[in-house]
Every structure is written in structure tokens, then in C-alpha cells.
């Protein structure tokens, strides 16, 4: 099957391009690219230099370069997203977008993201969480790959319905920098980064509303939560803790069940026993996640810790593993759950 | 006045070696070490070879040792503070300890450490906080100075008492890793932990109930709260992140009015303003805590942050804080609020 | 074909799991692994927790448990690998030694591993640098994989064969701490050791006369050189940078078509133009090499530097690349230049 | 005594506003900085928020703001530096310079720098390294302050003059990122360069040249040398290890007792057991240099290693040094051997 990548300029383009190398049946037609249109995938990745792709020129944003494509991953900003997605479900390509695009309806959208949605009649899309949202998924021909942190963040959380107090979640996420993006900041420089840690953005970050928006859907009523991330000194990986109140009368068993039931036949979702808990180390490149929790009976909360690579489960691993089930693949083909160690 | 310091083989030790040799009237009389008493500073600690210190030989952990010292700071195991501490207050040393040894009551401090108290009488002691606790530390001849969780979670929360639900407190903490000492584990291998994060020893940490008892006394009622740490890839900082769910029709310039009440006249408390967040390099290598928080007005929540080095604010010079106040001089001699940058 | 690894808990033989996780025709049938032997794979990586491989329980480090295997991979001490080469050998399998104990002849070995050779017939073996020494690579039934800064010292220093000085060699190497093993020591705790930098092991250090018999081998002669490792505070990736007098009388230009003769058709080795710099996050994860040259032409001197990953190209990837070799299928089947970025 | 510095919002400066925080008669009355001028210490630099010169207003970079100065430190461009220095001599200022435009003759400046010297009477300048040149420091009133690279390659390589063959001298930097600025880069940002090591700059960094002069300074003959720095992912701390050729006969006592006499009265060099080498962990912070060294007999070559901070004896401390002397007060005014650790 032929696939295009739009945005293969970007983190989560390389990491695309990376997980396609070894897929068994999508072959890339196109990588596309805004400004960098016109070079080589070597020149705006140093690391393609020894690699097959070396030579391959970035294409042009656009849908006319992407004809021919069976489906597309936009891995671009929102606005590019929104401009191009119509065309390219005309055109007959599913896309993935790895944007925040088509994650929200539209007013809230356009509150979070400040900018006014372009393709209203598409968002929200199906949301392409397999673990949770599968048949959605599998069903759409467009899907809107969800953010890092609220991959996280659900993973740890969705289970929990019916065990907690819906209003009482804050959740508190890690990320490693590759999460901020390529762009150049004085908070990004080296030597500030390197051995700093704070929060940022809250509490207004983008993936609040979206990970309340689907914690909401899991409900069946809207509840709000409060969400803080935090840039930690690494360049991949992510954590996202939740506290939640029990309700009255849970027991331990009841919040062991749920997780286990919830993942027991999940591939990439690995349950870890009580009071274990996990660490990116052990998901990096790979697209596991890996969940714990503990009851701290005193308080009377929950909670639960869930790691993941930011690149590939909090993106193109993720977006490829709907793509699978869009295409009509096996869910997991060019996915393990294992990734580079150490 | 002549200062002793037992524990001088660990981290805490050779920060608050570091500090007193700026200090201007304390001169260290004795550095004390269990296991490497006979030993050289400079066999210990490579980074004293060509120190003033070099030369001087680790006294054995012993009551006699110390005699003569105005003030003795114990950076010990808890074991030791506790077998220690009696002698050193009878033979009229000041008692600045930096263990848990003292800053429970007896029955919290038994279930949390899993060790009976050998020095009961004495738990607990004045906690030495000063922003927070300054008359009880300056009156006291024993002072157990805080943790480094404690102290960022309590100078981000202290403030929020009477505007928020005292029992809707969920805080997450992230150190670098010499809050975890100086002992060989797999987990604290570079190569395991440089580019790692992750939970740990929720949520039964120690710095729990710490937290718990210091937020009680400041309501005057007993609360339980939820504490959940992790440890990130930096060698030193720690920042704390406070939720909670405000009362109902507290306003933002509450908030902001309780902070800058609290930390007006505090020389090493910094409040940012709201939105702004903590960062660990910028405190780092200083005795200055950096305050920052933001209303979630839609779940109802305040988050509070506070950063922290966890060396410095957090361990030793705090300690030297409460020196300071026990004898005498002025609260910040041989303190600075900023510390290295970058 | 059948394959077995020896050593598989260690992190040579995770990669090498990793590795083999995607190539076309080996099947691992055993893993094997000393102290470790009767544990699953998940118990020792926690990162295949969720894998397929997670309840593989690690058979003993001895050739019976190997029987049946085409290939083995021994990532083992240079011991173990002495003791079980030569019954392996006859019970029919190829070897592939990841361990320095076939790579130097048995008076050299002696003096620099301070032991014994406990199977001297067998040394030294071919050596398994394929870009350099693929001929006796292809035709062996006993491989010895170089060691990582061998690897990358000597794809930097042979193309200068001829054109310099041969007894003017000094090299310099920079690693990742992956390549001091996972044994717990001081120096690599990571408080110590996430923001440092130092020599290490010099003069006498192993790979020294490693890259030296290699040198020799190339020139026809036996001449010496210098070699320095340091410790650099990242998990992965290595860097060797070469300097040597050029002869009287020799240009860039043949400095520049020695480099590209040498690599034109190697696929994982990439030239840089002249003055631009290898960098290992540019090789990270895959099995490429990327080496650059400049000439100092006031001291007469070149600088030539190569930059791998080495756990792949300075470990498991080259072993894969030599038993490919033996095996003889595509050199490069399991493996690609271009590893994880960032 | 009235100080200056110019150049306050760089790195350089903020360290030298560290340090004179706790010398003793210096007192800072002007900090001044180009185009953040106007602005407070507090706004270029967040961890001066609660210190004591948080409200300090950066003065414009012009001798007239500097007048009163009893010394002015420089840590600025090239360009600026040969602008101001001129004016403030004439105003009486000494003048202690951290960049590079009075460390070379004229003729070298103009080549290394690719600039027009503008001040060409005053360079070169006593070159202000007191172990290594003391005499000409404490008499001066213009003191070129060493650049990082060449302070840690003097120290380890002065001691042997006399015993190696002068021509044959190559060195290998390892650079802190603090070492390439504040400005914004690609490969300084922290995705790319918190697990990436390389080379950079060779054979043309102008620190090459410098090293060259002082060593030539010291042997009495103009030779050359070769010069590779490398960038290694942590903010501060510089390594350089230099190999040269053993002059025909000298054995290892000789070149122990040349380390032993060079240093024997200097507080903040230490010279390490033959074969023990220098950690930057272990002078983080602090003034101190630590020095290794040993023999590889088999190619007949010396190597040596020094570690130094590159922002304290690399730079502001080492400034700081040279002031002392100028200005008659204790060398060791206001510095330490020994910094944080960890």
C-alpha cells in the first residue's frame, strides 16, 4: 500500500520514516515537507546521510503531490492540517493526523488552539486510541492521533471510570524535550535545559481539554480535570501521574481488576503490579506503554502512573497503529512494544 | 563559634562544608563519618583535593568527638541522629538534624521508617522551616530541619490554608538524583538513569506523612494528603506541584495576595508571577525557593509549584538557616539565594 | 537459520535481541546467560516486559544448551567465551565473539587481559570489521568482533594508510557509558557521573594494542600508537578522533579520494566533506558509521574522526553484519545505517 | 575597590557577579551590557530574582558609564572589547579582558579572527595565567584573560617543556555547552545536543593559535600544534588531554617530578597520582585544575590531562585571579579550589 507523509521535516516525520522502514506491507510514496520543500531528507536530517532515503526530495505540502497516496499521515501543524485533510478524503487517501486538528470539537478547538477551524464539518474525528477507541478507529477514514500526554494520560486513567470521583482527577506529565519541537528557544538552548526541570503552560496546555474531552466520552458526562506538564532533561519519553478519589468502598482488588481486564489483551500495554512503577527507560523507541498504580488508603485516592515514548506511542507509532486498522492490516505490523535499551 | 558536622562522607555533608566556608563567624571544629572515620576529606571527596580541607581527617561518629562545638549539624542516617542526639545536648552542643529522626511524633515516625524510635522524648522537634516555623526553630537546642520534598511542597501549599479544601491536596514531586544518596543501585546507574524518568515509593514515601504533619499543624486539624515523587535525570533541583481545589468563590487576587503576604520579607522566597513557573536552574547551587501558581478555573483548582535545590534549600542550607537562628546571627549569613548559573 | 546468544543479559546481547527482532531469516532458538540462567528475559530488561520474547527463560551459559544452533552469538566475558569457543566450534555451530578474547594473539592477549589464554589454537581469529577485513570475515567459522573504539578508530585511521606517518598515530576516544557494562561502580553512578567528563584506563587501556594490531595488519608492519578513552555523559554513541603527520608532500585532495575509495561502496560507512564533523546522535541506534577529515596544514598534520553507536556498530550491529557474512546472506539484513533520531 | 563589569548578560558575566559576591574588598559598582542595557540583572537572569542585585539596571557598554572603576572586566565580543579598552586605560581603569582580542599578536588576531584589530598598539597583552605567567599578570594594567581550551592544554602540556619533542604536540578538547554562548543554534539545542558528542571547529578554532603562541612563549621557538575541540552534553566543565612525543631517554620520574615542581606551591592546580585523571565533576563551581598524566612506553609518548571549569579557572574565576594580582590583594581573593559536588 502507498503512503505519504506530510511534514517529514518534523520529530514525528523521522520517527514515521523510521517505523515505515520496517513495515511489511506500506511502501512511502511521498514525504512532503512545508519549507523544506525542494532538499533532501539527508540535508534536513543528518541522521538519513548512510540511509536508502538519503536522496529522496521533499515534496510540496500540498494534495496534488500526495495523488496516488491509499493514506497519509499529516504529521504538520494544525492550520496545514485543516487546509489539506479535505482534499486529500476527496482525493480518496485516509489520513492520520498527527495534529491537534481534528482532536476537538470545534469550539473548543478554537478556544484551546486560538485560531479559527478551517475544516469544521471534520472535527471531531475519530480518535485514534486503539487501546481504548478501536472500533471508532478502525472505522474512519480520518483519525485524529491523539497528543502525547493525553495518550498517557488515558492509558492510566480510562480504566479507572466508575472506581473514582469523576471531578476529582489532576493529572501531572513529564516530557521529555523532543516534545517542544525543533524550534529554537532560550528554554530550549542546551545549557539551560540540560539540568532543569519545571512545569509550563498550565493550566491552560492544549492536551487539558483534550484529555478531558475523552475521559468525558468514557463517562458518558462532561467532567473537568486539571492537567500540568513539565519539560524533564531528556530527549524522549513521558510520564503522566493521575490522583483521583476512590469512591467510598473500593477495594484495591476492584482497581487491580479494572487494569487487568482493561489490558490483558493489549500488545502494548503492560500492567505492572501494585506500587511498581514505570519508567520511560524501559519504553523508549518502542510502542509499549507501561502502567502502575497504588491505592494511598489514607487520602482515599488512586494513583496511577503510565510511561511512554513521546515519539512513537504519543505519536507516529501510535498514528501507524491506526493506520493498520484503517488499512485493514494486522494492528501491530512495523510496531513492537520493546524499543532501545539502554 | 565552633561547628561540628557528623556525616561528612555524604552529600549533605559536603554541601554544608561547602557553605560554612563562606560563613563568617562559624569555623568548623569537627567533621565526623561512620564508616570512613580515618580517612582524609580529600580521599572521599576527590573534588576537596586541592582544598583547604584536604588534609583533615573524618572523626569517628561519637559523642566525644564532637565535644567543644557550640552546634553540631548531624547529616546521619536516622539510626544514628537518634543515638546520637541525647549525648550531644547533654555535653550542651545546638542539634541541627537532617534526618527523619526528629520530625514526627513517635508513632508516625515508627510506621513510616520501620524502626523504633530510640530517642522518643526528644520526637518531635522544632521544625526547622524557618519561612514557615521561624519562632520554633529559634527558640529550639534541637531542630530537625526538613525534608527536600517537604520543603518545596510546604512553601508552595502554606499559603493556599483557608482558601482551599484541606483535604483535596495532591502534590507530585521531581528531584534529581542526589536526593536518592550516594548508595550503588541498578536503578541509579548513569546508564539506566541518565535519559529516565519515573515514580517511585508511592505512596508510602516518608515524605508523606512529613508533609501531612507540617500541613495539619498550619490548619490546626489533622488532613491527609497525597504525595507521589519521581526521580529525574539531573543531578541536583527538585520542584514540587501542588493541586487543589479551591473554596468556592475564592478569586484569583486571593491567591496571588496570600503568596505575597507570606513571602513579602522572605529573602529567599521568590513568588512568580501567575502563570510563570518554577525552574530548578535557577535556583541551583542557591538557598533560594522560586513559588509559582495559576488558577484551573474550570475544574476549580489552583495549581502551586515550587523549585528548589534539593542540596541546598533543601538540606543543607536550610539547616545552616536554623544555625543561624539559634545562635544568633543573622538568618542568612553564609546564604545566598542565587547559586550557579548555568 | 537457527541462532543462539550467550551473554543475553548483559547490553550486547540486548541489542543483538533487538537487532535479531527484525531480521528476515535468523530465529533466535536459545538465549543464554551465566549468573541469570532460569530467569525470563522480562525479569532481567524491563524493557521486554511487554515483548514477545518477555517469558523466554535464559538457558546456562554451556554448549549443550546451544546445540542446534547455525550461529552463535557470545557476548560474553573473554573468559567464558575461551572456555566455550571450541566446543561450539565442534559441535558444528559458527561463532561470533563480541569479547576481546580472539582478536590478539595469545602473547598480546596475555599482557594486556592479564589471564591466560584458556584456548590458544583458536587466537587470533579472524577479524570481523567487514568494511576492512571482509574476505576473512566471509570465509570464517570464528569470528572476533571488534571492540567499539577499535571499530571507530579504525574506519577513521585506515584510508590514511600510505599517506601518513604510520608511527605518528595518536588517537583520542570519547564513549557513551552503555560501554562500561552494567556492573555497579562509583564512577557510574549517576550523580557522579550525569555531568562529567574524564580520561580513563590510559595508556594501558585494551583497545590500545586492539587498534594497534589492526593498524599493523593494514601497513604490513608493526608500529605503535597512542590511545586515550574517555568516559562522556550520554548512554549511547562513541567518537574516535585520529591525528597523525602526513607525509612531506601529500595534498587534501589525495587525502579526500583515500576516504572516498575507500567507503564509496559501503553502505554503512558516510564521508563527510571536509571539515564537517561527525556526531553521535547523527548514528545513534543504527549500525552506521560517519566519519570527517581536515588537514592542519601548519602543523602538517591530518584529524580524522568516526562516530557510531556502540552497542550497534561498535557491538551487536557489526557481530550481525559478520554472521550475515558467514552465513551468507545480504551483509546488511537486519540492520540500517540510520538508527533513532533524536 | 570599585569593579566594572561590561558584558553582564552573558555567561561570563553572570559568573563573575558570582564571584565577586563573596570577595572580600571588591566591591561591584557598574555592570554593564550592550543591547540588554536598561533592563535589570533580574530580567536577563532568573536565578538573580531574589538575590541582592535583582534590581541592578545593566548600564549602557561605554567607558563613561565605567568611570570611577578601579578595574573593569570585559566579558564581551572581540570587537567591543577593542572598542572600550582604550578609553577606560585612559580613564585610569585596569583592565582584566575575557575575550580574545588582546591574546594574540596583531598579524595572528587578524587571521584566527577575520576582523581588523582596531587597537592594535595594545596586543598583545600580558596573557593572564598567573601559574604560567605570573610576573607579567601582577604588573600590567591590560590583562588578556585566557580562553577556556587553552587554560586546561597549557596547564597539562607547560610542565614538559624540555622533555618532549616540541613540534609533536596534538590535542583533543571536551567543552561544557556553556562554552558556545547563549545564542540560538540548531546544535545547541537541547534535543539535539543533551546525548551528542562531536568534534567541531578543527583545525581552525581560535583557541588553536593561542595555545600555540603560549607554548612557543614558553619554549622560546615558534612551534605549532594541532588542536580538536570537541562539544560533550553537560552545561559546564572542559577537559583537554594532550600526547606528545618523549624526548629519546626520559623516563617517567622526570616527568613526575616536572608536574610536581610546576605546581608544588600552586593552591588551586592539583597534580593527580600518575595514571589517575582529572574528572570535571570534581572542579565544578570552583578556581581548581586538576592535572594526570602518565607514560605510554611502547610508542614513546607522554599524555596529560587536565579538567577545569570552563566558566570559573576557563574563564570569570581565572579573570578574577588576575584582578587580584593587579590590584594587590591576595591572589586567592574571592575563589575556592573546590566547587559544588555533585
Known sequence: MDIGIVGGSGYGGAEMLRLLGGHPTFRVRTVAAGSNAGQTLASVFPHLAGSALADTVLAPSEADALAGCDLVFLATPHEVSMALTPALLDGGAAVVDLSGAFRLDVDTFEAAYRMPHTAPALAPAAYG?????????AGARLVASPGCYPTASLLA????????DPCSVAIVGMSGTSGAGKSLRDDLHVTHAIANVGAYGAPMHRHGPEIARAWSSILGEAVPLTFVPHLVPMARGLVCTVTASLRAGTHTDQVHAAYTKAYADEPFVTVLSEGAWPQTAHVSGGNGAQVGFAIDATAGRVVASCAIDNLVKGA????????????????????TAAGTYP
Chains 1, 2, 3, 4 share one sequence.
Do not use: C, D, K, Y
Open 316 to 335: 507516529a507509532g501510535q498514528a501507524l497503529q491506526s493506520a493498520n486498522l484503517i488499512l485493514g492490516v494486522p494492528e501491530g505490523a512495523g510496531l
Open 157 to 164: 486513567l480510562a480504566p479507572l471510570a466508575g472506581l473514582i
Open 129 to 137: 486510541l486503539p487501546e481504548l477507541f478501536r472500533a471508532e478507529t
